[in-house]
C-alpha cells in the first residue's frame, strides 16, 4: 500500500513537474483551439443562417403574383445570396415567368445568369434546358444545340437527347435528329409517356 502511494506521488511530481515546464505551450495550443472552435461554430451557423434567409426569400419567389415583386425578390437573391442554390432556382423561376408573357429577351438574361451562377450541374442542367427550349421557339436552332450541348446532368439525358432531337429535325439533320430521339426513347422507355412521343418521331423519321 505505502508503494501505491509512493508511485501515485511520484506520477503526481511528473505530471506537475512537465505542466510546468510546458505551461506556455499548452496555453499557447489551447487558445489555438478555442478560437479554432469558436470561428468553426460562428462560420457554421452564419452559413445556416444564409441558407435559410435564402430560401425564405426563395418561397416567396414561387408565391407572389406579382411580377415586380418576383423581380425585386430575386434581385435581392442573387445580390446576398448569389453563391446559394436559391438564388439560380429564383433566376429559373423568374425566367420561367418572362418566357410565359413573352418576353424573351428577359427571360434568356434570367436563364443565363443561372446556367452560370448554379453551384449544383442539376439546376445549370436545367437553365441551359430552358435556353434550348427558348432558342427552339425564336427559331434559333444553331445556338440551341449549343445551350443543349451544355446540359451535363444525368438527369436530363432523356429531355435533352430529345431537344436535340427536335433541334437537329428542325434543321433537316434527320440522322442526328434520329439518333438523339433513340437515346431519349431508350432513357424513358418503360419509365414515362413521354417515350410514346418520342417513338412517333422517330417512326416518322423512318
Known amino acids: ?117 448554379a453551384p449544383e450541374s442539376s439546376i445549370s442542367s436545367l437553365a441551359h434546358y430552358q435556353l434550348g427550349v427558348l432558342s427552339f421557339t425564336q427559331k434559333e436552332f444553331e445556338a440551341g444545340i449549343e445551350y443543349a450541348k451544355l446540359i451535363n446532368d444525368n438527369g436530363f439525358i432523356g429531355l435533352k437527347n430529345n431537344l436535340l432531337g427536335d433541334l437537329y429535325n428542325s434543321i433537316s439533320k434527320s440522322g442526328e435528329a434520329k439518333n438523339h430521339y433513340e437515346i431519349a426513347y431508350d432513357f424513358y422507355k418503360d419509365k414515362n409517356d413521354l417515350a410514346k412521343v418520342i417513338k412517333i418521331k422517330i417512326d416518322s423519321i423512318s
Not at 502511494?5 to 515546464?21: A, G, M, Q, R, Y
Not at 452559413?47 to 430575386?74: C, H, M, P, R, W
Not at 446559394?84 to 438574361?109: M, P, V
Open 1 to 117: 500500500m505505502a508503494l501505491d502511494l509512493n508511485e501515485d506521488k511520484d506520477l503526481n511530481e511528473k505530471v506537475s513537474d512537465f505542466f510546468s515546464k510546458n505551461k506556455k505551450t499548452i496555453i499557447l495550443y489551447s487558445i489555438i483551439f478555442l478560437v479554432f472552435y469558436f470561428a468553426s461554430t460562428f462560420y457554421i451557423s452564419q452559413g445556416e443562417k444564409k441558407y435559410f434567409l435564402a430560401s425564405d426569400l426563395y418561397q416567396k419567389v414561387q408565391l407572389t403574383d406579382e411580377i415586380n415583386d418576383a423581380e425585386g425578390l430575386a434581385k435581392e437573391l442573387k445580390e446576398k445570396y448569389a453563391s446559394t442554390a436559391y438564388a439560380s432556382r429564383a433566376s429559373i423561376y423568374l425566367g420561367n415567368i418572362y418566357f410565359k408573357n413573352k418576353d424573351f429577351s428577359k427571360a434568356q438574361e434570367s436563364y443565363k445568369w443561372a446556367a452560370n451562377n
